[in-house]
């Protein structure tokens, strides 16, 4: 099993900075690919940004450039770091772990508003 963790969400105001992170704890031997994802009230959940165990980064295009995900292996931590933050990133953020047997587990949430 693994547990993950997230913090950091809050209220900003649009053009403002958040910084998520996601401790991970359990088995997490087995994780290789780690995500952030996003869901909008009346919205489907929808990927924000995506890194492997080895390092390669995939963002969404509406948050190229704004948004940073990283990964410190050595603290089973995973960060979001949000830039330039707009209304329409508002949305609770979730933090999303693949098994290498590609079993997905899910942390609990964190809210993110933007405020204009």
């Known amino acids: 099993q693994v547990q993950l963790v997230e913090s950091g969400g809050g209220l900003v105001q649009a053009g403002g900075s958040l910084r998520l992170s996601c401790a991970a704890s359990?088995?997490?031997?087995?994780?290789?690919?780690m995500g952030w994802y996003r869901q909008a009230p009346g919205k489907q959940r929808e990927s924000v940004a995506l890194i492997t165990s080895s390092g390669i980064k995939t963002h969404a295009d509406s948050v190229k450039g704004r948004f940073t995900i990283s990964r410190d292996n050595a603290n089973n931590t995973l960060y979001l770091q949000m830039n330039s933050l707009k209304p329409e990133d508002t949305a609770i953020y979730y933090c999303n772990a693949r098994r290498t047997d590609s079993y997905i587990y899910w942390g609990q949430g964190t809210q993110v508003t933007v405020s204009s």
């Open positions: 359990g088995s997490i031997f087995r994780i290789s690919t």
